[in-house]
Structures are given as structure tokens and as C-alpha cells.
């Protein structure tokens, strides 16, 4: 099985210049691990500090979320700026160079369009805007994605670390999706959390209850945590899901949503029961998975048309408008494109 997880994220917050200039330096560094050529560096620089000066044009103040992405064994940066400013009336229009509606030349997404691909723009008016695109290497040739991902994990708000983390696990007809949330927050809800990780990684052949009792037993010597397993089957259309604790996860899709049962307890510590559900999970359906540092209480209805939208973007709007603001986040949006 090949992997991703939350170890390569970058969260740069901007409200003046000087936050354009860091999200440049900060995504650069980023590009630096995955050793992207000369070109395709310089048109990363471009695009962030792009779609950070529309930010602050626009917004006043946002963030920009790089992460590293992988896909067919090639190593790229997805990028996504993200506001809650007056929106965009007409997304259309906005993507043609020299358009403009703050008397500025008009260059941003005409620019961001030429140097990046995969450019998706969801913006309403009095909404805010997110923006999302990726940067490949030049030598390479990238396919498609056949499940589409998009992922937030942040720190509480004066931590160092992440006492949350993820990882999503690619196999022949077979997806693990994990997520975790370290009891509390700090060093050692991260060490709980990469515990987990390393567990999961080792053990992603077995099937879900297996899998959480795995996570369960490596947890003892840790404060414990929170955690849930999706085992999916595109192709099948097909996910069965374990969880222990408070990680909300659903499916949603056709405008219908139905949430997954996770049982209480605290791996590592205290579980009464692990248990396995199945649910389908048609081609085109979205696979939603958070801790508790965003709130329940969100529809995507309040998004029109992001649904269909790059999953990135809906981890971004979750993120953007439902973080309580007192703990880690993790949220985590998967779409079933039919291939594994």
C-alpha cells in the first residue's frame, strides 16, 4: 500500500503583506522536500503569493493551506487559499486576465489558471472565496486522481504540535482512511496520535476491528485517544467503519447525508466494544471524517454546488466556518471516483 498522511502540511495565516511574503517562503520550503524542478518551483511561487495578495486584497485576512500530494508515485503541492471576504459574483469572469473588481490589473486568477492545474474556485457573494490548485513537477505526467482527497489537520491555537493526525492508505480495490485525536492536546497527544499512525500503517491488510484493537493495544503506554477506521471499496461501493470516540465521520451524497456509528471510549484505556458497520458508498459520494475540533452542526446545503466540487475545498469550508477555536482539528473529505 502506498500513503499519505499529516506529517507535510504547511498553515501560513495572512492579514498584511507580510503574510503573502511568508506563505511564499513557507510553501517553498515545503516544495523543497518533494525536490521540485527550478520551473515548476518558481510557478508555485507565483501562484501562493498570487492567491495570498487576493486574500488580503480582497479579505483582509485568510490563510493559505499547502500540503505535499502524491500520485502515481510523482510528488506535488496542492494549495488552498482560503477567506471569508465578500465573495466572488461571478466566478466566470474573474478567471479571465485583466478582470478585476478592486481597480488592481486583474492578473490573480487569469495567473493562478496559467501556472497551476486542477484550479477549482468556490465563491459566493458575502460567502468568501476558497481556491484550490495543485503544482507537478515539470518532467512528470500526472493522471488523474481516482479518489479525490482533501484534508485540514491544525494545531490548537498556541500549541506546537498537532495532537490530531491521518493518514489514507491507497491498496488494490482497497482504501484505508484514518483518523485520530490524541486525548488533549500538546507532545503527548501528538505522540498518541503518531502511535496510532505507525499502527495503522503496519496493520492496514487487516480488516477494521482488527485494525482498532491493534491501535487500542499500541496505545496503553499513551494518554489514549480518539479513532476511527474506513475500509473502502470503490469499485464495490462499499465502506465498513470502525470508530472509538468522538470522530464524526458520514456519506454523503445525491444531497442526503447518514453518519457513521462510532462507540464510546478511549483507546488505549477504556473500550467496552469495537464493532464493524457497512454502509454503501456510491461512485460520486463523499466520504467525511472530523474530531471534534470542528462542530457537528454543519450542512453542506449552505454551500451550494461545493458538493461537486474538489473535496479539498470541503474540508476547507468546514474548516474555515465550523472550528470551535479550542482544540486540534482534523477534517477530512474523500470522494468515491470508482478506483482504488
Known sequence: MSGTSSARQRIIDISDASGVAEARRSVADLAATVQLDEVAAGELALAVTE?????????????????????????GVEVVAIDKGPGIANVSASMRD???????????????????????VWSRPGAGTLVRFEVWPKARSVPAEALASGVICAEKSGED?????????????????FVVDG????????AAARIAIETVERNAQRNASEIIDAVHSAL??????AAAVALLQPESELCVYCGIGNIAASIRGAGASRSMVSHNG?????????QEFQYPFPKGSLLIMHSDGIATHWDLAAYPGIESRHPALVSAALYRDHNRGRDDITVLALRNGGGA
Open 266 to 274: 478511549t483507546l488505549g484505556h477504556q473500550v467496552r466494544k469495537v
Open 220 to 225: 496503553r503506554p499513551t494518554r489514549g485517544a
Open 161 to 177: 504540535v498537532c495532537g490530531d493526525g491521518w493518514t489514507v492508505l491507497q491498496g488494490r480495490g482497497r482504501v484505508v482512511v
Open 183 to 190: 486525548l488533549g492536546h500538546g507532545p503527548e497527544a501528538a
Open 98 to 120: 485583466g478582470h478585476s473588481t478592486s481597480g488592481t490589473p486583474g492578473s490573480g486568477l487569469g495567473a493562478l489558471r496559467r501556472v497551476t492545474s486542477d484550479l477549482e
Open 51 to 75: 492567491a495570498g495578495s487576493n486574500v488580503f486584497k480582497h479579505a483582509g485576512r485568510g490563510r493559505i493551506v499547502a500540503r505535499v500530494i502524491e500520485r502515481s508515485s510523482a510528488l
